[in-house]
């Protein structure tokens, strides 16, 4: 059996360095009032004995875990698929690691999910929580207040609890659909048809009110619900197709659901984007580069969202203001709300 060496203790770097070992204490839990010739002897010697602190130790002096909760209110199946959850997890790892914080990634899919989720939030184990994808009516805010934790949410929030302190992070959606559904009429396009996401999230019908500003007066043969999915972007289609075979575009809610759309189509034997032109939303690059044709979509920056919720949290832990968006610009929105502007990229289906 092979024997491990000692971990060094604080006691031996502060013998290395030459001080106390409440200075040691002070400059590895990153408190100030030590000097700088002292606090950069320190910083040697632990580097030249590995000095590891002891995570469980250092809480109870900084009060912090190092730790954030990712809580994303969809099933494993959706979030591990959908590569909208890579970036936006990507986006928040990469925040998260540049200060040297933990991601703890929480999925919930039924009650049992949300008791669990519940428990541990409440347990004390993390610092603060990043909280998206939120259906309507789902209890995860609640449980969050609950357990008293600091969090910023993904998304325009749809509840209101009298509460003026709830921070986000959005994407201009209604800005972004009328962008889109105002490109197709400019195409000549006259029957536009929109599938739409799941209608109890805020960014699916604020996209359905983006359309509906350009087109007041759509027939509404031409809206089907979809789920943000390929498969429902499928259905969706068959199901405009048959209702209404003459619509020459589509607006679709997400690319994933314009990449959808775009197989129903070719099935038919539609032409894209002579008989018909489509346009997604997000800028999936796996998605929207591959499509054939090479999809026109609205653009948002999907892991700097991630990055900001991430930035945001962690400012507030540290005692700065929730407000301030770190971001060289973004639109208005009531604080202590974001919202990131979107853009519109020209490809091949429009």
Known sequence: MTETAPRPTLEAVAE????????????????????????????????????VPNQAAR?????RHQ????????????????PYFAQQLRGISKEL???????????????????RVGRYLTGGHVDGALVFSLHLNDPLPGL?????????????????????????VDSDNRGGARSAVQHLAQLG???????TGPLDQTSAADRLAG????????????????????????RAMRELLDRCPDLDAVFAANDLTAAGALRVLRERGRRVPH??????????????????????????????????????????????????????????????????????VHRATA
Do not use: K
């Not at 001080?19 to 030249?48: F, I, M, P, W, Y």
């Not at 969050?144 to 986000?168: C, E, H, N, Q």
């Open 275 to 344: 008989d018909v032109a489509v346009v997604g939303f997000d800028d999936m690059l796996p998605v929207a580069e591959e499509t054939d044709p090479p999809l026109t979509t609205v653009r948002q920056d999907i892991e700097g969202m991630g990055r900001l919720m991430a930035r945001l949290l962690l400012r507030g832990l540290d005692g700065g203001t929730a407000d301030e968006s770190g971001t060289s610009r973004v639109l208005p929105a009531t604080p202590p709300g974001v919202v990131l502007p979107t853009t519109l």
């Open 144 to 168: 969050v207040r609950g357990a008293g934790l600091p969090t910023v949410f993904g998304g325009r929030p749809d509840w209101d609890d009298g509460r003026d302190d709830v921070v986000y």
């Open 189 to 195: 396009r006259t029957r536009v048809a929109h599938i």
């Open 67 to 82: 730790a954030v909760a990712v809580v994303a209110a969809e099933p494993e199946t959706r979030v591990f698929a959908d």
């Open 211 to 234: 359309f509906r500003e350009v087109r007041p007066d759509a027939d509404p043969g031409l809206i089907a619900r979809g789920d943000f999915t390929s498969g429902g972007g499928e």
């Open 16 to 51: 290395r360095a030459g001080v106390s070992r409440a200075t040691v204490s002070r400059v590895v839990n990153g408190a100030h009032g030590v000097r700088d010739a002292l606090a950069e002897r320190v910083r040697r010697a632990v580097e030249e004995l590995g000095y």
């Open 97 to 115: 690691t540049a200060h040297d914080n933990q991601l703890v990634l929480l999925l919930t899919e039924g009650r049992e999910d949300h008791a």
């Open 59 to 63: 809480s109870l002096v900084t009060r």
